[in-house]
């Protein structure tokens, strides 16, 4: 995909169609310091996500869960921020081995090889790594929501640290990585509709359904303990999400302000479209329908930001609150329990943004992808794009959903990952960490 | 007519209502409440064994006719307990209540409960 963009952003310059990927490093480029500034950005604007979904998960759960729920988040930051720079990163983007199932090389242990390197989009690959780096944190973390307010602390870390090496690292390295046989194929996922939302949305369901409902679902009513701290949160992830998507390009040219404007067009038309449908179904428009509508866009938006003009952009976010919707109502008809919607939501827009894109290309993209299909000898049409897509797609589904319950079956087993009826009517503050959210309510 | 108080451990919340609910008293008030009886817990905040001044505590209200007091008080037993009973398990309080009056229709007596 990376080389995908970059052919892209030459061919829009005027340039010839490269076949170099960016990631061909040299310690002879040069630094640009204005790329490499907005890719600072972007980094720091994807971390401050990881606090946005703290608040928007910990609002949306129960009082006597915010603390442990917000935990999950953070836990993510603390774990997969090892993880990636020990080992991660060389898995993801390390050169192919196992037939391609996922990249390795040993200098890329701790980052050691690329101390001094300079990728060919200018900027420091450090850079680059850390940008990567928060995506790898942020997967674990939203996938988190399926299986709130009824998962033990330390088999969740235990989860994602195995589910980050197995599941994201793998998948990361077939969409991403210049080597990776979905790359090849010419899958489009821009910026982490299959790698982040699919796979997380997915394994989220998957545990879901392992670990069974909490005790009282669906008879108790479980309200959401804070909602404006919700709607902090979900702000926090629109301002984030720009960096996620207008970072991805590894650049900061004409791709970015595409990227760039599809994001926002994508979010608000989401939000707009979710409240009216929230006015003609419910009479009632909600905080709550608001932040599912904005987050529902954006994540429709997400494989599709750098490909997809403003209207295709807006189309998309759209579509994704009217199937995001269909979804919550479909739990609650089948009942299983996906606490926070961490599939309903990024499972569900992310599969629909990752197909949809197929038929809002914007006329350069689909020069790009006919001549790099030419170069290849093969003809390229909007039905075989869609083919490409849905499999892509349809692998990420399958591998997240086999290996995540994989492990959730050894975790329960080895370490113990459900919370007993007790501890979850007790909360997981108080029976988890000892602390309790919300002290100020109490005169202490 | 009486008014039960109860005072209990807020993580025992669920429990009480349970046993309640199966014992069919359903009309109740919840507040959050500080305060302190024998009790010394403890709290954990960075590392550091933190024992409150005041804990805080879930306080039930439950107005009844004279003969549910003994089923309202069994329910709470059984549900507030932690491990067949411990020091900071709470209260239960009940008081005489002199009169009922239920708004929507100005009913007074032991029918407005």
């Known amino acids: 995909m990376i080389r995908i963009r970059k052919d892209w952003s030459l061919l829009l310059a005027g340039g010839t169609l490269s076949l170099l990927a960016p990631l061909t490093a040299s310690a002879s480029t040069s630094v640009d310091s204005g790329v490499t500034a907005w890719m600072l950005t972007s980094t720091v604007l994807v971390l401050l996500m990881i606090p946005g979904l703290a608040m928007f998960y910990g609002g949306l759960s129960r009082t006597k869960n915010v603390i442990g729920t917000m935990l999950h988040s953070f836990a993510a930051l603390a774990i997969v921020g090892v993880l990636w720079v020990a080992v991660g990163y060389a898995l993801a983007f390390g050169k192919g081995v196992l037939g391609g199932f996922i990249g390795w090389d040993s200098g890329l242990l701790f980052l050691q090889s690329i101390d001094e390197k300079v990728l060919e989009s200018s900027v420091p690959e450090y850079v680059f790594a850390m940008f990567q780096g928060k995506f790898a944190i942020i997967a674990p973390a939203l996938m988190a929501g399926a299986v709130a307010e009824r998962i033990r602390f330390r088999g969740y870390c235990v989860l994602i640290a195995l589910w980050s090496l197995l599941v994201y690292s793998p998948i990361c390295h077939w969409v991403w990585a210049t080597d990776g046989f979905l790359f090849k194929m010419g899958a489009i996922d821009f910026a982490g509709g299959t790698v982040v939302h699919i796979s997380s949305g997915i394994s989220g369901l998957v545990a879901a359904l392992f670990l069974g409902p909490r005790v009282g679902y669906p008879k108790t009513a479980m309200h959401p303990s804070h909602l404006v701290m919700t709607l902090i949160g979900v702000g926090l992830l629109w301002v984030g999400w720009f960096g996620f998507n207008a970072g991805s390009g590894i650049s900061s040219n004409l791709l970015t302000a595409q990227a760039f404007t599809a994001t926002q067009a994508a979010a608000a038309t989401g939000a707009l479209t979710w409240i009216c449908i929230e006015h003609f179904h419910l009479k009632k428009i909600t905080s709550l329908g608001l932040a599912s509508g904005i987050l529902s866009g954006l994540v429709a938006i997400t494989p599709a930001a750098g490909v997809v003009p403003p209207f295709g952009s807006m189309v998309l976010g759209a579509a994704a609150s009217c199937v995001c919707y269909l979804a919550l109502i479909m739990k609650s008809k089948l009942g299983y329990d996906d606490s926070l919607d961490a599939f309903g939501i990024h499972g569900v827009a992310g599969i629909l943004g990752a197909l949809g894109l197929t038929f809002f290309l914007r006329p350069s993209a689909v020069t790009a992808l006919s001549s790099a299909a030419a170069a290849k000898g093969e003809p390229w049409s909007m039905l075989q794009q869609f083919g490409i897509q849905s499999a892509g797609v349809g692998i990420t589904i399958a591998y997240s959903a086999i290996v995540t319950l994989i492990l959730v079956v050894l975790v329960e087993k080895f370490v113990g990952l459900k919370l007993s009826d007790a501890e979850q009517k007790a909360g997981m503050d108080h029976s988890l960490h000892g602390e309790h959210g919300y002290g100020f309510l109490n005169l202490n | ?113």
């Open chain 2, 1 to 113: 007519m009486k008014l039960v108080i109860a005072v209990i451990r807020p993580e025992k919340l669920d429990d009480v209502r349970e046993a309640l609910v199966a014992a069919e008293i359903t009309r109740i008030t919840v507040t959050r409440a500080t305060g302190h009886g024998q009790y010394l817990g403890e709290d954990l905040y960075r590392g550091q064994i933190h024992v409150p001044d005041l804990y805080p505590k879930v306080r039930l209200e439950i107005a009844c006719n004279d003969e549910f007091v003994e089923i309202i008080i069994d329910a709470i037993l059984r549900g507030a307990r932690q491990n067949g009973g411990k020091v900071g398990d709470g209260k239960i309080l009940v008081v005489p209540l002199e009169q009922c009056i239920r708004i929507r229709t100005g009913e007074r007596g032991g029918s407005a409960i």
